[in-house]
């Protein structure tokens, strides 16, 4: 017979149940590979998930899927334990060896995850700022360049670059990829 207790907010215990069972290991191996302890990985799992069954109002879908949601709030509270352990941030972390316990998927994920991020960033941007960042960024070209080519002041060019850099940096902060 289905449970049908319900949480603080009111929400079937059955269906959280279901999200935990489907969603679990994806949070454990995101966490493991970020933090690389086993048990705090499996701390911060937990604490994650009570997370969610306290507060299942954060999540919006109009901003992705449940698993890029619990994806993005795994890594945001690992880096945030490993800032408190005072241990170099996520950029600073060895790459687990190819034998290594760590799942080399959740580095795939946590990669697919800022790649969807990034384009999403772009994709708010206007025509001007996401061209001159992709001819400088991605092309390689010399802002100077870019500025004779498209017939704009250079102080133009450098200005339509510092404000792409800030839209997506408030872009990533916004969804949580970046602290404020």
Known sequence: MPDYRQNQ???P????????????SYVYKIALYILQDPLE????CHDVFLEVIRRPEQYDPKRGSIRAWLG??????AIDRLRRQKVPAVGSIVEPE???????TAEAVLSKLERENLHESLRNLNDS???ALAAIYFRSMRQKD??????RPLGTVKS???YGVNNIRKHFIHTGWLEP
């Open 129 to 131: 700022q996401r061209g």
């Open 41 to 44: 990985a499996e701390d911060l």
């Open 146 to 151: 870019w500025a004779e080519a498209t017939g």
């Open 13 to 24: 215990l059955q269906d959280f149940d279901n999200l935990y069972q489907q969603n679990a």
């Open 9 to 11: 907010a009111g929400y």
């Open 72 to 77: 993005v709030k795994t890594r945001s509270r």
């Open 160 to 162: 339509l670059v510092r």
């Open 98 to 104: 190819s034998t290594g316990s760590a799942d080399p």
